[in-house]
């Protein structure tokens, strides 16, 4: 097989792949390394991806074997090639203080160089592996500090403040990375999805700031559906909201969308979704790719409300 | 002036192998020379040191959030405005905020511009020497000949382009000399190299001289060396403050998803 091919093979893989889709990626490791190194940008692509594969599927012989011509390319010194290098000794190391050693690796390599972006990712993603959550958090707002157009950044603090129940912070950081990516149709539910904890959150359930919240949460996955059709996340989440907001609880004198659109956008999320699981049930044309965990999530929720 | 139709010239037809071949081969061989001289002599752009990626990076920011402004709700819009107006007028995210009342230095003893006025030297350098040492050796060697003539007839202009270095008035336009094959070869061998290099190679001088007309472009600089950051912050504040209209995305979002189905 050519660069180009086995490049894609990688590409089209899930960004979470499962076990076995990692597994048949990384037995490619063999006839990968066995190509005669082009000096491509698409091989070093390859290697690189390959690598991550190998590490997956606990393949340390390859990987150490990818990291050696990697870096006998690029030179040690190169911060890309640095954060290769660091992600193999965390894959590697067995034991907490190996990991801490790593860690403490990193933090010597940012003092002597703080612009050594991929290190500090590779820190901050390691500090809050080892559940040092405030501190992962002030490395990243540093991090922000330095480049605040970073999109990843933004998104992984977001990330990190949803976890430690800050969601007006997680939210401010969605929105900063919508205003860098503004078409991010899953940045738009995923703001829709924090909006909904927080309303779910809230106390007294009919009070006028949860109907805002709600109601502020069904814009935001309307949203994320005008931007992509077929998005199932969105139509989940329209579903979701609209079932809260039609609940008998909460009072319609709070309500800003009539109780009609609503209805409406219940039917058409209704029908969105049972085309969905449908098509994606029988593999049909334009329902591949399409997650089976969320899919069968989405069957539950259309027997559950029907 | 007049024209001798069907004019003929005895020529040895070992010119043509001792002439026209050298020249184009030496020419072909010194564009691939050229091209691996250059990638060993280019050194790699200076990275730049956190502040200054802090200050290029903040200034993006607000031209990010002046852009995509409507993406947010207002209220995340009016604090986001008021921070950033208010920081990148007291020039907080600045380089060096003390330099922020000082006349702007001399773009010459910037340490970065020096770098890049290096660079196109180099550059200048790798086109100019080889190009001088072969336009001396044709001159000495083969100067005076006429080595081919071309198989379609061309007009008077094309005289002087043609027969460079052949000072016969009367001579028809078809016959090329040897210096301007030169000539030829030099602007001509562009796809021959693309063939032989690849797209993006340094053995053409076309290419150079492109590059030489914005050396801004393929920088990572995103103030030019005359450019007061200050001053620009100071009018991305004030572009950040007239933004008075806000109209969110989200508005009337239920009305327009309704109206698609």
Sequence with gaps: MSVSSLLNRFRSASAYPAPSESLSLSQLAPSILNLTITDTPEQWALYESLLLSTLRTADDTSARLILQRLSDRFGNDNARIMALQGIYDEATATNQSQLEEVLKNYTEVLKADPTNIPIAKRRITLLHHLSKKSEAISALTTLIDLNPTDAESWSQLAQFYFEVSMYPQAIYCLEEVLLILPNAYNVHARLGEISFVVAEGLNGSASKEVVEKLEASLRWYLRSVELCDGYLRGYYGIKMVTGKLLDSKISAGHRTIP??????????????????????????????????????????LLAATS | ????????????????????????????????????????????????????????????????????????????????????????????????????????????????????????????????????????????????????????????????MLQSGVMTRDMDVRWVSSLSWYFLCLFGLRSVFTFILGNDNAADQTMAQVQQMNPQANTQQLFGPGQDPAKMYLAEAENLEVMVQHEFVLDGIEDRILARV
Excluded: C
């Design chain 2, 1 to 160: 002036m007049a024209q001798v139709v069907g004019q003929q010239i005895l020529r040895d037809p070992a010119l043509f192998y001792w002439i026209l071949f050298p020249i184009t081969i030496v020419m072909i061989l010194t564009g691939v020379l050229r091209h691996y001289a250059t990638l060993l002599l280019q050194s790699a752009p200076k990275p730049l040191e956190a502040k200054a990626i802090r200050e290029q990076k903040n200034y993006l920011h607000g031209i990010n959030l002046r852009n995509n402004a409507n993406q947010i709700p207002l209220s995340s819009f009016a604090s986001r405005k008021s921070y950033l107006v208010q920081a990148f007028q007291s020039g907080s995210f600045l380089k060096d905020p003390d330099a922020k009342n000082k006349p702007p230095a001399n773009p010459m003893s910037d340490p970065n511009g020096m770098d890049a006025m290096m660079n196109m030297m180099k550059g200048n350098m790798m086109m100019i020497v080889p190009q001088t040492v072969i336009m001396g050796w044709i001159n000495a060697f083969f100067s005076g000949f006429v080595i081919m003539k071309l198989p379609f007839p061309l007009t008077i202009r094309f005289k002087s």
């Design chain 1, 259 to 300: 109780e009609e659109k609503v209805n409406k956008l219940n039917s058409i999320a209704t029908v969105q979704l049972n085309d969905i699981v449908a098509g994606s049930e029988k593999g049909g044309k334009g329902f591949v790719g399409y997650d089976s965990a969320e899919v069968s999530a989405a069957k539950d």
